[in-house]
């Protein structure tokens, strides 16, 4: 933009000071007239400085507009400059602006993946709660199982041990109920007096086992007489022929002191249906003990250790070890009712319908 042109200054001479004349003399200087040179030496000078100054603002008002024409050519390089910089500013902005957008596309459709996914694993994968719930019922069915088909109060026992662990570790005031119906179910198992019912089944199993390897009361025998020393071979033959004799006349008759009752005697064909029917006894009482039948298990063992007694050699070892075995039996308390699980099985039940209820499903079945 061209600045205004400033007009020259004239230069005015001072004025001169002069000494006060007396009245009269400036009446006199007045009517005295200038010369002529003198006026056109004033007038020259006033024209020359009137020039000098017209030339020095006309050569100020050239350099001036010569700096502003520069300044004007830089400033417009400069915008032209900033305006392509601008442009590629500007495409610039619209490429990352077009990237930004989409990227908040793909950040939205993986924001919506994620939330699907989330969804789906809420649906399919179980939490934390439903999977301890799953543990204990699991748990609890064995443990329920094992008291009703077994008896096995101590398996039992350790089941709900385990159970109530797990709810303790999990730390949920809604598991405080199923927590105290376990606690009551747990004092009534430890109540309960405990029976190896295992161990004594497999005692009657080894005695069925062994059966066979008894030895009847018929079939003891005396110790052998002993051995009499060879006859020399210079002994007459009619001494050797009477030593014979007497050897074998002493064998025809056997003298035998006992101090038992003399052993019935079984028949040969009736050995195996002897021993088959005392298995078929220990068999039974087994089968009552697993059943829980005090009076018939009880009079297996009896007529089975009757047997033993009647039939079969008391001074043999087998003989010995099953008839420990019978009076173990026969020694031992038959347990009784089992405690059930009905209460830790329903306060689960209630649970876990709370909470499908609680998460908008369906009861399951």
């Known amino acids: ?59 100020s008002s050239a350099d001036l507009r010569t700096e502003v024409a ?12 900033a305006g392509r910089g601008q442009a ?77 662990a797990k709810l303790q570790r999990l730390e949920r005031p809604q598991t405080l109920a199923l927590r105290r119906a376990l ?41 052998p007489p002993p051995r009499e020393s060879a006859p020399g071979a210079d002994e007459p033959a009619w001494r050797r022929l009477l030593r014979d004799a007497w050897a074998d006349l002493r064998q025809l008759v056997r003298i035998e002191v006992s101090d038992r009752p003399a052993a019935p005697l079984v028949p040969p064909a009736q050995t195996y249906y002897l021993r088959e029917n005392l298995k078929l006894r220990l068999l039974s009482a087994r089968i009552a003990l697993l059943n829980r039948d005090d009076a018939s298990f009880r009079a297996d063992v009896t007529a089975a250790e009757s047997w033993v007694k009647q039939y079969f050699d008391l001074r043999t070892k087998p003989v010995q070890t099953l008839q420990s075995t019978l009076k173990q039996a026969a020694a031992a308390p038959m347990p009784g009712a089992v405690p059930d699980l009905s209460r830790s099985l329903d306060a689960l039940r209630t649970l876990r319908l709370a909470q499908e209820r609680a998460a908008g499903r369906a009861p399951a079945k």
């Open 70 to 81: 520069q300044r004007l050519a830089t400033i417009e390089a400069a915008g032209i400059a």
């Open 88 to 164: 590629v500013t500007a495409a610039e902005l619209r490429d990352a602006q077009a990237k930004i957008a989409l990227l908040e596309e793909r950040l939205a459709e993986s924001q919506t993946q994620q939330s699907a996914l989330e969804a789906l694993y809420r649906d399919l994968a179980p939490s934390r709660d439903e999977i301890a719930l799953t543990e204990v019922e699991q748990v609890l069915l064995i443990a329920s199982q094992q008291l009703q088909l077994a008896g096995n109060v101590p398996a039992a026992l350790a089941a709900l041990q385990l159970a109530d």
């Open 183 to 223: 606690t009551r179910d747990i004092d009534a198992l430890k109540a309960t007096p405990y029976v190896d019912v295992a161990g004594l089944s497999l005692k009657l199993d080894q005695a069925i086992a062994g059966v066979d390897a008894l030895t009847l009361a018929r079939d003891e025998r005396i110790p």
């Open 1 to 59: 933009m061209a600045e205004p042109e400033t007009t020259p200054a004239v230069a005015v001479p001072e004025p001169q000071r002069v000494a006060p004349v007396p009245p009269g003399a400036a009446s006199r200087a007045a009517t005295r007239p200038l010369p002529s040179g003198a006026l056109w030496g004033i007038a020259a000078l006033v024209v020359v400085a009137v020039v000098a100054s017209w030339l020095d603002a006309r050569r």
